[in-house]
Each structure stands twice: as structure tokens, then as C-alpha cells.
């Protein structure tokens, strides 16, 4: 196969990773919001535990079909891993509970500067000046879209802190596991998923009972809530894999820049469905400066020089060991 072909193909099958985690994120979150604000459930912590435990049975059944070849993960690792995702679910379930919306909003834009440190600091990674100027235009796009008032206090501000650092450590991760130990995403998920599902089916409970005040046991259950929470879990499968998809193919930073674009189609979305209070003139603009981001962005870093790694990965791995929590990886 020629150069090109095999550019074209990977092109090919770039996109495709990217919209199928952008068309399951989009999903999720809208059948997500109709589940908790039409059908009151509000037991987020729990509903993401019923997600990984549906996605370790597709695991499980893709494991006895064959599909999924046995592979190694250390206990340790495991360990660390589940330890950043869960502190990244119930720490941005904590800052939403604690600080306005607005902060919560800007918390949640931080995660890019923090992955790229991340990179800089374990991989070794520079960025040019036009990498590092577009990713400010998505910074200010989205942070125009999204953040409104602007409140916060020392809990809320503690809370934010562990969310984006543990998050920017579990996306970081998934791409090292990958990498350290030739796992792909269904190896990946078949590790981790089940960890993660009785953990947080253990927790989640407790958590939401102290974040809501209501029990999940006695919620009313119909017929239809059931059915979204049905869609819910199954609309995660892809969620799951499509992020593990994502950021092994690419990094951490380039998910995080590339994947506001689902931020932009709930917005869209979400005045389709749910109303027009939520969209007008700024947040239209804020939505064409962080396209324009978005755009700038992936021309810039795909250029010679755009986001390099001056180290190699031995180097970058001794770093990782030194701080447990990451190691080099190739970018894309």
C-alpha cells in the first residue's frame, strides 16, 4: 500500500472515531438531561455505575465470542486508573453540586491547559505558537457558549481542582495503558469496566443520597423512565469505547480540544428539543469562534513542528514512573 493510501485510510478512519464519539457523547447527554429533568432521576453517580456494568457484559459476551483476545494489565495499574476516573465522576458531580454553573463551566474549560501540561511535562511535548494560539481561540469560543455567572467558594473551588486533575489524569492514562501494554479499547474496557462498575454501583448510592438527599432504591420506576435508562446504558457502550477509541489514536489534549464540539452540538441540539432560552446572539458567536478554534487547530498541530515530542519514550517513561501517573506516547 502506497504512502497516500495508507494517509487517506487513516484520515478515513480518524474521522469515523470522531464521529462516532461525538454522535454517542450527543446522545448521551441529551437522553441523559430528558432522564433527569423530565423523569426526575437524579442519581448520576449510579447511572454511570449501571453504564460500566453494561458495558463489562458486552465485554464479557465480545470475551467468550473470541473477539477479545486475553491480555495483561498489572493490578497496580488497574488500581490507579479506576482511582482518577472515579475521582473524576464523583468530583465533577461534587463541583456542579457546590459551585454555579458558570465555574463549573470554566473548571471544566481548564482540563485542556492541565492535559497540556501533562504532555509537556511526561512527554516531553511542544506545542508551536499556532498550536498554542488556536487552542486559546476554543478556549474563548466555548468559554463565551457556555459560562454565564461566575460564583465560587473554597469547597466548590476543591472540588473543581480534583475533577479536572483527575480527569486529565484518566484521559492521560487511557492513552499510556494502550500504548505500555498493546491493549486496544475492547482489552481496555475489559480490565477496567468491571472495576469501575461495582466501585461506583458500591458508592454511587451513598454519593447521591448526600448529593441529592434522595434514595435510588425509592424512586418511582415506570416503564418509561426504565426504557431511558435502558437507552442510557446502552448509548454508554459506545460512549466508553469511543473515548478509549479516541484518545488512543490521538492525545489527551487533541480529545479534549477537538471533543468541545460535542459542547456545540448540545447547545444546538438542546434548543432543537428542549427550547430557544438557551441560544442567542453571544452564545451564536461564542459557537463560531470555537468551530474557527477547532479548524485552526487541527491544521496547526497536524504541521511539522505543530506538537512534537523532543524526548524519547524512554525518557518520557522514567518521568512517568517518578510521578505515577502517565507515560509518553506517540501523537497523532
Same mark, same amino acid.
Given at each position: &500500500? ?6 487517506? =485510510? ?13 454522535? /454517542? ?7 441523559? =438531561?430528558? !432522564? ?9 453517580? /449510579? ?6 456494568? /453494561? ?14 483476545? @486475553? ?22 458531580? #461534587?463541583? !456542579? ?23 509537556? #511535562? ?27 455567572? #461566575?460564583?465560587?467558594?473554597?469547597? %466548590? ?46 458508592? %454511587? @448510592?451513598? !454519593? ?5 438527599? =434522595? ?25 466508553? !469505547? ?5 484518545? %488512543? ?11 468541545? &464540539? ?30 474557527? %478554534? ?30 505515577? /501517573? ?5 501523537? #497523532?
Amino acid at each position: &500500500m502506497s504512502s497516500s493510501s495508507k494517509t487517506d =485510510k487513516k484520515a478515513a478512519v480518524d474521522a469515523a472515531a470522531w464521529m462516532f464519539n461525538v454522535v /454517542t457523547s450527543v446522545v448521551i447527554i441529551l437522553v441523559n =438531561k430528558a !432522564l433527569m429533568a423530565t423523569y426526575g432521576f437524579s442519581f448520576a453517580t /449510579t447511572l454511570t455505575g449501571m453504564h460500566f456494568a /453494561t458495558t463489562t457484559l458486552l465485554t464479557l459476551v465480545l470475551r467468550w465470542m473470541k473477539y477479545i483476545q @486475553p491480555s495483561h494489565l498489572p493490578v497496580s495499574e488497574l488500581l490507579k486508573f479506576v482511582l482518577f476516573a472515579n475521582f473524576s465522576i464523583v468530583g465533577m458531580n #461534587v463541583s !456542579l453540586m457546590w459551585n454555579s454553573v458558570g465555574f463549573y463551566q470554566i473548571a471544566k474549560l481548564t482540563m485542556i491547559p492541565v492535559s497540556c501540561f501533562l504532555e509537556v #511535562v511526561l512527554d516531553n511535548m511542544r506545542y508551536s505558537r499556532d498550536t498554542k494560539l488556536s487552542i486559546g481561540v476554543v478556549l474563548l469560543g466555548v468559554g463565551v457558549c457556555t459560562v454565564t455567572d #461566575v460564583s465560587v467558594n473554597f469547597n %466548590g473551588f476543591l472540588a473543581a481542582f480534583v475533577a479536572v486533575w483527575s480527569t486529565a489524569l484518566q484521559q492521560y492514562y487511557v492513552h499510556y495503558l494502550q500504548r505500555r501494554y498493546s491493549l486496544n479499547s475492547f482489552n481496555l474496557l475489559g480490565h477496567t469496566a468491571p472495576a469501575q462498575a461495582g466501585s461506583l454501583l458500591l458508592v %454511587g @448510592p451513598f !454519593l447521591d443520597y448526600w448529593l441529592t438527599t =434522595k434514595r435510588v432504591d425509592a424512586y418511582p420506576y415506570s416503564l418509561t423512565s426504565v426504557l431511558f435508562i435502558v437507552l442510557s446504558c446502552t448509548v454508554a457502550i459506545g460512549t466508553n !469505547l469511543s473515548q478509549f477509541i479516541c484518545i %488512543g489514536r490521538f492525545t489527551a489534549v487533541s480529545f479534549q480540544v477537538l471533543g468541545h &464540539m460535542k459542547t456545540i452540538l448540545v447547545l444546538v441540539l438542546g434548543f432543537v428539543f428542549f427550547g430557544k432560552d438557551d441560544l442567542n446572539f453571544h452564545v451564536i458567536v461564542g459557537m463560531i469562534i470555537a468551530v474557527a %478554534g477547532m479548524i485552526w487547530y487541527g491544521n496547526a498541530s497536524s504541521k511539522p513542528g505543530g506538537k512534537e515530542r523532543l524526548s524519547s519514550p524512554a525518557n518520557s517513561s522514567t518521568k512517568f514512573q517518578k510521578l505515577e /501517573t502517565a507515560d509518553a506516547d506517540d501523537k #497523532v
